[in-house]
């Protein structure tokens, strides 16, 4: 059974950075695809951001294009989001995910293999 833990999470001025991790445990998931979504309060589940399993391909929506960056370490099983120049608007849950699929195939699918438990990220103006 995989797990998936996000980290990294807080409270940040307009303009700040933050840092999420989120560790795979249980299964190397160096082979699949990961990638990050976000839910603000009342709206659905977004794409954020996604990688294949080389790190060699990355996507991502348009409204944190230039702003964030999705990167991970095989060796730790491990993907991250930095993202600077944080706005009110990117305050949400955000989510790590995981399927054996493409990347662009994960940043459209609603129901990835693995899901992890979510860490909040609130933008004060």
């Known amino acids: 059974q995989v797990q998936l833990v996000e980290s990294g999470g807080g409270l940040v001025q307009a303009g700040g950075s933050l840092r999420l991790s989120c560790a795979a445990s249980g299964r190397t998931l160096s082979t699949s695809a990961m990638g990050w979504f976000r839910q603000a309060p009342g709206k659905e589940r977004e794409f954020v951001a996604t990688?294949?399993?080389?790190?060699?391909?990355?996507y991502y929506a348009d409204s944190v294009k230039g702003r964030f960056t999705i990167s991970r370490d095989n060796a730790k099983n491990t993907v991250y989001l930095q993202m600077n120049s944080l706005k009110p608007e990117d305050t949400a849950v955000y989510y790590c995910?995981?399927?054996?699929?493409?990347?662009?195939?994960?940043?459209?699918?609603?129901?990835?293999?693995?899901w992890g438990q979510g860490t909040q990220v609130t933008v004060s103006s």
């Open positions: 995910a995981a399927d054996f699929v493409h990347p662009a195939v994960l940043s459209t699918t609603t129901r990835p293999r693995y």
């Open positions: 990688i294949s399993w080389s790190g060699s391909s990355t």
